[in-house]
């Protein structure tokens, strides 16, 4: 049975679907079948993976599936007896099919960008977590080279307790560029930073799915 992974943060913009994708191939890249689930209506995640699949359709272990209203439950459940991994992206505001997917996973993955603002928007999607007893991850997104408010915030994180990831994801070209071309980055720009914060992001997140276990 797969482990689920929820990529949730009512912010919009804040690496959601980035994460998803990125994550998905890092994990496919480490040779897990990979279940992918759209649960946003801007269906950018299945965007990209159309786009995967009509640039150079290779034959990998990675799947999407249509999984909207009613039948995402269903097909969660279907998709886990079928692959190693479920990752679930979700749409910025909440809705029903958001807090199934908080309350279905081993693991909610929440983006949060620098900015007091986005941490602040964090804190109802964090609630929602806790209330469905599901365990968080908090991943720094789009992280400045250096600077003052970088630190501030991770210690403010830290300081008020979250579960947040040793593994911070900078700002950088190669995660957009990676996906024009229907690809992760750890695909893309193999070797490079960004594939490898990638691949130590997904490290800590195969670390806490076998604590759980
Ligand atoms: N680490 C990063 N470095 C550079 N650009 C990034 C990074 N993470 C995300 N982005 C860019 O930020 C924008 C928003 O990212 P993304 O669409 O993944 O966010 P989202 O949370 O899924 O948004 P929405 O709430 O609309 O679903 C995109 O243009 C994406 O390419
Ligand atoms: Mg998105």
């Not at 290779?58 to 991994?85: T, Y």
């Not at 080279?145 to 210690?155: C, I, N, S, V, Y």
């Not at 691949?199 to 276990?213: F, I, K, T, Y």
């Amino acid at each position: 049975m797969a482990s689920i992974i929820t990529i949730a943060q009512q912010k919009g913009g804040a690496g959601k679907t980035s994460l998803s994708i990125h994550l998905a191939i890092a994990f496919l890249g480490a040779g897990k079948r990979v279940g992918l689930i759209d649960l946003d209506p801007q269906e950018s995640m299945t965007a990209w993976y159309k786009l995967r699949r009509a640039n150079f359709a290779p034959e990998d272990d990675l799947a999407l599936r249509p999984a909207s209203g009613w039948r995402a439950q269903s097909e969660i459940e279907r998709m886990k007896k079928d692959f190693d991994l479920v990752i679930i992206d979700s749409p910025p505001h909440a809705e029903t099919s958001t807090r199934l997917a908080i309350r279905m996973a081993d693991l909610v993955v929440v983006p949060v960008q620098l900015s007091p603002m986005d941490v602040w928007a964090s804190e109802p999607t964090l609630d929602m977590i806790a209330k469905e007893r599901s365990q968080a991850l908090v991943v720094m997104n789009r992280v400045p080279p250096r600077g003052r408010l970088a630190d501030e915030l991770r210690q403010k994180l830290q300081d008020d307790d979250l579960p947040l990831a040793q593994t911070s994801l900078g700002n950088r070209m190669a995660y957009a560029a990676s996906l024009m071309e229907g690809l992760g980055v750890t695909e893309f720009a193999r070797g490079t930073v960004a594939a490898d914060e990638m691949n130590a992001l997904m490290g800590e997140v195969l670390a806490r799915l076998d604590n759980d276990q």
